[in-house]
């Protein structure tokens, strides 16, 4: 009975693993196929946020939302 529960955990526990993987190898392989000349989209928006904060500090309205 456990020996059965365990096993379709692990099945299922690999199911997942693979789908994950499938689904980062299918994010990679544009990278892979054009070398250098493939554009990476980065989503980086802290160094906005840490000046516009800076701004609001400054001028005295960082609480007034």
Known sequence: MALSILNT???REKTYILVALIIITLWVL???ILGPQAHMRIQDNLDSN???YKVLND???Q???
Request: hydrophobic share 45%; charged share 5%; proline share 7%.
């Open 59 to 61: 001028s005295g309205q």
């Open 30 to 32: 544009p990278y892979f």
């Open 50 to 52: 840490i000046a516009w």
């Open 63 to 65: 609480l007034t939302y």
């Open 9 to 11: 955990i692990f099945k």
